[in-house]
Each structure stands twice: as structure tokens, then as C-alpha cells.
């Protein structure tokens, strides 16, 4: 495969390339060989050929994620729930009809960076060619009608009620909070009661015009089509949305000065418990080490140290986990775990005496082990066309280098543990926790 | 990370919720259909081994990899009151050692095999699974076929797992008043038939399990003619098959026992509940007594699940179904409004409908619109049109299951382990459109009525959850 590149080096030479490995590496080679091209719109595109099944995914992703919600909280999921409901040429139930009548599935999702519209269709041609054209229509064609509107606050507001007495999410929310304060991250990604039901139409309408432009767009394409087809299907989806620009980049977070600790005293049988602190922006050179670490403190289950001391050895939870997300920028490291009341500050404790021997030193067996686990277990990161479509949507969001996945275990096998060890010492300070508690703590 | 599984088969074959051992992971839609030709639609071979052991294998060589499964028929369904959750302790010690594992050593082989590995329990089964490399199928069929015969309780392990479960069981109900709500309702729904048994336990149950239990339990459900083989992935068959009597068709086979009918009392009234909980949000649960797949036996009696699957894909499959058209587009009163039907279970069960009230809409109202719907099938013929849609989206759906060779695996085993064959699978969609009209309209009228309905409501408990602020503490 390619190695490091310039990406306009990549976009000119990458076709080739990948046709000569087309033509002379069949199914045993455990890869996936990613084609990429600028539509004429300006959206990055990323393609792999996968015959194997008579279906095409696409997934669409702007950079439009709730962290350019601005105050207005809420505004870029209710946007991304409203597009594809209704268009010019169809009113609801038309539009569901025609989609459903060819079993195709549409849908959109979002998240703090991202907001993403996804296709997933047959490739017959009596079938492909209508659902393409009604996947364009959601994207460009939608019509932003009031009634609907107004319905769709209602039903979102009956959801974030169900989620303001879950103990699980408030939990999750005050950690988002707590941590990154007044950045763009920070709130909820649904937005609250409050700020959803005092959204205006005009104001998704205005979000939906600045964002959802093909500038601001990376498509991933997976599926029985070949690269001519692929071409032309990349130029289709968007056709009809303005070039516009790519927003400003989103700043820089700036991480908790000292150890903070919040407690919320809920009626609940068991306590949720949330700890960590900013971790790194995806494409940090130190990333696969932190990843590494992680997944033998508490990343990979029943393999990893979380789990044997506070599951294992203690019988305190049912799952603990850990993990980073990385973002466009610098994004979570956190630990997670629900216990009985009883037990709460004794799994906190447990949880934090793991992290610091952890950070200390590790056993070099374990790590070999865990390393297996990462490097072996690759090739089931990548064995469907729904887990291939993720990574490379991933990699053109996040403009990582189209060898990522080949470089991935590579990386991995490359780590020393003292790398590892050194790595974690420089992105997290036990010291500066972020702690959430909810439930009746003792 | 750990979340709950949803519903299983979110189309067309339904499967009730499942309760996970370990880290669980959420599973794709999927249904049936034979009509569709290419080469991944391979064929599915099967072979019984000399002492009962059912081997089902399935070849799919787009990517290197192979997922294994063990299917145990044992289940929640299986269990007696006051052992409810037995199958799923036992699932859980599973992991805890065998004559030559020490506990939590199985899981560490196979991570470091680079596999992924878990297990799951439903009303139904026990299933057991790895996914790994090709390479390593060997390795992991050594030791899945160590723990079927060689598995050792530890007490111990076995009280420090007890709290785990019971750890599980707060996480999964019993700070979830919508789970909890389901879990009551499936309870009065069914009297005295064991489908009322929650697959987790009841929390009582689970507390005074012992150890001696767990070992009795394993006796009698964990042997090889009690148990079905499930191999799909990059594979050839023959050398499956050689494997799997070298590692499993060594075993001899056991005398299971046969289950008492329990069959389930006639209901001949409606039955209700309500259930008061830490919500602000009201919602309903409603449930029509029905048969399975399983239990119909004629081909006139199977017509009728084939039109129960239809009728439910009508009311709630995509966006233009009924459900989502009437109650949440056109009469706004419904935040949500679902239909489920379990059709692939061993026991008599339930056609679920259930919604939750908008902003300013009352329960009564959602739960007069679920039946208003259920009235109009039986007076109104269904159009073709909208059967053509079912039928096309139920053919694209099979396609799509096919990405995943974990849901093709789950699939068959599922099916077989019911007792139902592997090809329920490949004549799905040709048996649902042979369904008519008519049909549709009198499964409606025979089974959709007012006396063999039980509702469930979850209020709110009008306590003041709002005093639940946040302080900062210690520092």
C-alpha cells in the first residue's frame, strides 16, 4: 500500500496504485485498499471496492456536530433529525414510502464533530438509481416545515426528560461539562429541555445553510461498484448543495488546572461513577501508545487491569471500562463503572490505586499479550463492509493518512513498553482528575 | 464498552432480548430470503456427530477470520421458581476454570489469539462464542470443547461472581423503570408458563443460588447431544467437521431431561398493571398471546405466524409503516410507538405493541391508538401495495445481514437450537409472500383481541427527583 504522502500527491497517484494492487492481491491479504478524489463541489472522497455483497454503503460527514451548536444547544442534532423528513418534491410519508419500496436504508446521526448521512442500498440497477437519487434529495431538497418542527422538539424534549433521571447519563453529561467548562464540547450533544424547546426554525435553517455545504463534506463509499461508478456516485449524493467553506477550525480546549470532584445525590441503586481528564486530538503522533496503554488498564475487557481488580478480584461491577476518545481536537480519557452505593468509594479507590501503579509500571507479559491481542485481533476490525465504511469515514474526517490501517499494527508491534509508560506520564496527571459521582454516595 | 443489547432481530425473524455475560455488543437487524443469488449465499452444511453433537456450518471467505459458536439449549424458560437466572449464572462460571484453566484463563488465551470472545443467554439458550482468525480455529474449539465436560465451580469464584451478577442485574433493571416495567409485564402476561421467568433472575433468586446449583445445573444441561456447533467464516466444511470430532465427538452423550409442559393457562380476560418509577416520562406495554414458529405445527397453524410476522412489519417496519405514520406523524400524540413479535421462540409468546406519550399527550391516548390500529386491521384488508413494500425491504434487509458472518452465526444457531431448521432461513421471505390479505385480517381477529391482552403502565412515583443537584465536594 501507499505510505505517507502529501494528500495532493495522493489524490493524483492513488487510483493507479490501487488498481495494480486490485489486480494482483486477492481476498487472503487482509487489507483494505482505500481510493480517494476531490469531488468538483471540493468534498473529499474515500472509496473501497467490496463485490462480495450486491450492496453499497455512503456514509456523508460534515463538520457540523454539536460543538457548532454555539448557545444554541441542540441545534445541530435536531437539524441532522430533521433533514430527509420532508422534501420540494415529497411530503413525509411519500418520502418513507419510496425509500422503504426499495428496501433501502437512510438515515442520520450525530455527534460532537460530526454530523453524518448514511445510505445503505441494494446495487441492482432498478434499485440503485432511485435510491441515490432520493439519498441527494434528503441531503439537498429537504424542505424545513414548521409542524414537523414543532412535533420533532416534543419527541426529543419526551427523551432528554427520560434521560434527566438516568443516572448514567447524568453522570456522562456533568463529566462532559466539568471537563472542558466553556468549550464547544462541553454540553450535551441533544442539547436540554430548555435550549431545544427555545430553538427556532430559522435558526436550523441558518445552521443547515453554513454547514452543510460540500466544502465542509468528507464521502466514504464501500460497496459492489466500481471506480467509474463510484466517481460519478460521489459527484451525485451532494449535487445541488452550495460549495460554501469549511467552518474555522474548533479551539483548543483548555484542560482543568487542578483536581475537581462533583457529587449528585440521586435515588439510585447503584452509583455511576466517571474519572479522567483531556486526553488527545486524533492524528497525536503519541496516540498509539495511549491507545496501547489503555487497552491493557481497562480498553480490551476481561484482559485488561480495570477489570481484573474491580470485576475479577472484587465482585464490585458488572462492566469497567476506559478509554479515549480522540476528537478534532483534544478529546476524553475516561474511566466508567456503576456499583451499589455501598461499594462506590471503594471502587473509586480500587479504580484510582490501578491507574497509579499502572502509570508506575506494568507487567511485561501482560503487555506482550496485550499487544497480541491488538495486532492478531486486526483483521477483525475490518472483516465487513459496515466496520470498513466506519474507518474510512474516520480517517477522511479526521484527514488521517490512507495507510492508517495498514500502519495501525505496525505501530503497535513497534511500541516499546517504556514508550508506552512515557507517553502516559506526559498526557495524564493523576493529580488533575476529573471526578463525577451520582447516586446516594456514601 | 458495555451497553444493553437491543432487541436482537429487529426485523422480520424476531428474537427476544438477550442477556449478555460479559462486554456486550449490539446486533444487526436481519431476515430471510432464497431468491437472491451470489456466491456468499453459500450453502449451509450440516452433520449430527455420533453422540447428538448438530454441527452447522456456514462458508464466507471474504475476510480471514472465523466466528465459532457453541449453542446449549437451556435457558430462562428452562429454569424452575427460585432458581430463575440459573442458565445465566452459570453462563458467567463458565469462564471461571476448568480441570486445566485456572478462572479467567480461557479469556486471556483467546485475547491473546487476538479473538474476541463473549457469551449470551436468552429464554431459549446458552451461547457461547469466539471470533478470531482463521488459524486459530483449532485452538479455540480445544478449549470451548474443554469447558463443556471439564468445567470447575470453585466457591469462592463462584460468590464473588454472585455479586457481579447481582451488580448486573441493578445496572440492567433495576435503575431502569422501562426495564423493570417489561420484566413485571412479562410476568402477568404469563402465569404459569416459565416464558414469566426474567432470563437475569429475580434478585431474590439470585442471591440465594449456591455453588452445588451451579454444578447440578451444568450436569444436566452441558453435553454434547444437548448442544449445536456453529462455524461460519473462512472455512472448508470437511475440515471443520474433522475437528469437531476430534475436540467434541469424543464426549458420550448424556440423558437430558425433559421439561414438564407448563403450557400457559388460557387467558380469558384482559390483565393490567402499573408500575410507579423515577421517571418523568409515562409509557406503555401491551402484549397479545400468540404461537411461535415453534410451537405451530401444521402448515395451517405456521400460515398463521407468517401473517403475525407481516402484521407486524406493517405496523412498525421503516418509517411509512403504520405505527410511525398515524400515531407519531399524523396524530402527534406518540414520542415513540413499536410493535414486536417474537416469532422464532420455543414456547408460546407474546405480540408486543408499546409507545410513550409526546409532550402533552396522555398514555390512555397512546394506548387507544395502538388498538385503533390493531381494530383497523381486522376491518380493513391490507393493500398490496403495502405488502409489496414489506416483502422489498424484508429481501434488501437479508442481503444487508449478510455483511456480518457474527449475525449470520447467530442466525443458525438461534434457529437450531429451537429446534427449528437451518433452512427456516432460506424459505423465510418465500413464506412470507405466499401470506394474503385475508390471512393477515384473521390472525388479527383470532389473536389481537381484547381477552388476551395484558397492559402495563409506568407512571411517574410523583416523588421531587429535581432536588438532584450537584455539589462540589473535597476540593
Sequence with gaps: ??????????????????????????????????????????????????????????????????????????????????????????????????????????????GRDMASFSLRTLTRESILTPALSLFNATLTDSVFDQAIFEREVQR????????????????SKTFWQELYGDHPYAHPVYGTVKTVESLKLSDLEGFYKQYIVTQNATIAIVGDINSKQAKAISEQVLKGLPKGKKPQPIPVPAAPKKAQEVTIDFNSSQTHFKQGQIGVERGHPDYYALFLGNHLLGGSGFGSLLMEEVREKRGLVYGVGSGFSPMKQAGPWLVSLSTKNDSAQEAKKVV?????????????THF??????????????????????SYIAMIGFYDLPLDYLDTFPKEIKALSKQQVLDAWNRHIDVSKMTTVMVGQVK | MIKISPPMFKLKLKLKPMVKGKLSRSLCGMVVCSMLSFPVLAKVTEYQLDNGMQVVIKEDHRAPVVVHQVWYRVGGTYEQPGKTGLSHMLEHMMFKGTKTLKPGEFSKIVSQ????????????????????????????????SDRMRNLVIIDEEFDKERDVVTEERRWRLEDKPTSKLREQFNAVAFLNSPARNPVIGWMTDIRSYSA???????????????????????????????LAKTYYGKYQPEKIPTLKPQTEIEQEGLRRIELKGATKVPTLQMGFHVPSLVTAKTPEEKQEIYALSMLSSLLDDGESSRLPTSLIREQKIAASASSYYSSADRLPTLFYLSGTPTTGHTV??????????????????????EL????????????????????????????????????????WIDNLRTVTPEQIQAVAKKYLHRDNLTIATLYPDGKDHSGAKAYKGRH
Aim: charged share 20%; net charge negative; proline share 2%.
Design chain 1, 352 to 364: 484510582n490505586d490501578t491507574i497509579k501503579a499502572f502509570m508506575k509500571d506494568f507487567d511485561a
Design chain 2, 212 to 242: 452445588q446449583d451451579m454444578r447440578d445445573w451444568y450436569q444436566q444441561w452441558y453435553a454434547p447431544n444437548n448442544a449445536t456447533l456453529v462455524v461460519v467464516g473462512d472455512v472448508e466444511p470437511e475440515k471443520v467437521l474433522a
Design chain 1, 156 to 171: 426529543r424534549v419526551v427523551g432528554l426528560k427520560r434521560q434527566d433521571l438516568n443516572p448514567g447519563s447524568l453522570a
Design chain 1, 368 to 389: 506482550e499479550a496485550i499487544k497480541d491481542n491488538l495486532i492478531g485481533g486486526f483483521p477483525l476490525r475490518i472483516d465487513s463492509n459496515g466496520k470498513i465504511i
Design chain 2, 113 to 144: 489469539l487476538g479473538g474476541q470472545e463473549n457469551a449470551f443467554t436468552s429464554s431459549n439458550y446458552t451461547a457461547y462464542y469466539q471470533v478470531v482468525g482463521t488459524q486459530h480455529l483449532e485452538r479455540v474449539m480445544q478449549l470451548e
Design chain 2, 388 to 427: 409489496e413494500r414489506v416483502w422489498a425491504m424484508s429481501e434488501a434487509s437479508y442481503v444487508y445481514s449478510q455483511d456480518s458472518t457474527q449475525s449470520q452465526a447467530m442466525i443458525l444457531g438461534s434457529l437450531v437450537s429451537v429446534g427449528l431448521p437451518t433452512n427456516t432461513l432460506n424459505n
Design chain 1, 1 to 110: 500500500m501507499l505510505k505517507k504522502q502529501s494528500n495532493k500527491q495522493l489524490f493524483s497517484l492513488f487510483a493507479v496504485v490501487s488498481l495494480f494492487f486490485l489486480a494482483f492481491t486477492q481476498s487472503a491479504y487482509a487489507t483494505v485498499k482505500i481510493e480517494t478524489w476531490q469531488t468538483q463541489g471540493g468534498a473529499k472522497v474515500l472509496y473501497v471496492y467490496a463485490p462480495e455483497l450486491p450492496m453499497l454503503d455512503i456514509q456523508v460527514s460534515f463538520d457540523a456536530g454539536s460543538a457548532r451548536d454555539g448557545d444554541k444547544w441542540g441545534q445541530a442534532s435536531m437539524t441532522t433529525a430533521l433533514l430527509g423528513l420532508k422534501t420540494n418534491q415529497y411530503d413525509e410519508t411519500e418520502l418513507s414510502q419510496k425509500i422503504n419500496d426499495l428496501g433501502a436504508q437512510i438515515g442520520g446521526s450525530v
Design chain 2, 364 to 385: 390512555a391516548e397512546v394506548e387507544t391508538a395502538l388498538l385503533a390500529e390493531i381494530e383497523k386491521l381486522k376491518k380493513e384488508v391490507v393493500s398490496k401495495e
